[in-house]
């Protein structure tokens, strides 16, 4: 299959991970299309790498809340990587913001990819919170793979009780099941391969002016830097968004993983408090401003990182490269 995937569509390419995954494809010399919903991001993004100027355009698309223009994004390429989706928590409705746009960007795309009848594979970016079961109680010690689903139903994640974490949880576990319904039910000329990551922090590759830009995840790291009160992480695991990158493109380009479900997930636990620990040893200006609490990590249950490395080939970064990469490139940006 490598062989003859040449031209790749990337669905939230200016976003954090997708723009990792646009730059690990163009590495291997693949030519990549980017999809948003604001080509002057994409044409931000191509200014800033002149040397891809042949092997990089993009193509603007709709709001998933009404998808459209997917059918254009998909002509011509051989295969897509679906990482757009909304993940934010501030929220007014969740079942508008978060759960319909993830459910009708997933269907639209696979829609899309039907029509083409040149797509090979699709590569969708689910979600850590697709497997997590928060209500499941250790002991005995037990470890999530590939297998778990969370067992959040459609009515519990739209309640407007449901917290916008929860409902992201259902967003992502509507729009995987979806994916893997329409694949059986349809039978396209593609297959699908499926990764579910983790907390995912890292360096930015898309051009940013201020913190206030960055995601949702990699702003929590920021607030550390800032000295504000330390959140407590919801789960212990996590990755480098350089490793997930690596990740997706291997997922697109090895054969025997299509019809696979990963959830790549450093060996390391994390917390706020390490993060911290970790800007206090590597950088003199964090110490006596960052906050420190002790936060033990929940050691009673683990995440299957191990199946990802072995079948995809990935060697997990350390949370200390991961924090001290980030928070170099951010002091460049802004005063911590
Ligand atoms: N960050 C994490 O820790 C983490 C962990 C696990 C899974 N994920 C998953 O990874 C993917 C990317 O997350 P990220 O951290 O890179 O977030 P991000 O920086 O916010 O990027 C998300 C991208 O999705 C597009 N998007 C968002 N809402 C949309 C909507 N309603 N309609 C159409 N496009 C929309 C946006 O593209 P434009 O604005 O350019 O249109 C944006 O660039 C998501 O599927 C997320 O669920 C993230």
Known sequence: ????????????????????????????????????????????????????????????????????????????????????????YNTKNNEKELIIPAINGVKGILEASTKSGRVQRVVLTSSFAAVLDATRKSPSYFTFTGKDWNPLTYEEAVAPTTPAHIAYRGAKKFSEKAAWDFVRDHQPGFDLVTICPSMTFGPVATPIDS?????????????????LPLARARVASWIDVRDLAFAHVEALLRPEAGGKRYIPCSPEPFSYDLAAQIMEEEFGWARGKVQREDQPVDTSYGVDGETTARELGLSYTSFRKTIVDFVSQMTRVEDP
């Open 1 to 88: 299959m490598s062989q003859s995937i040449q031209y790749v569509l990337v669905t939230g390419a200016t976003g954090f991970i997708g723009a990792h995954v646009v730059d690990e494809l163009l590495r291997r010399g693949l030519r990549v299309r980017g999809a948003t919903r604001t080509l002057a991001k994409g044409h931000a993004m191509a200014a800033a790498r002149p040397e891809h100027a042949s092997s990089l355009d993009f193509v603007e698309i709709d709001d998933f809340e009404r998808p459209g223009r997917l059918d254009i994004a998909v002509e011509g390429v051989d295969a897509v990587i679906h990482v757009a989706s909304p993940l934010t």
């Open 211 to 227: 913190a206030s830009q960055l995601n949702e995840t990699n702003a929590m790291i920021w607030k550390v830097a800032k000295g």
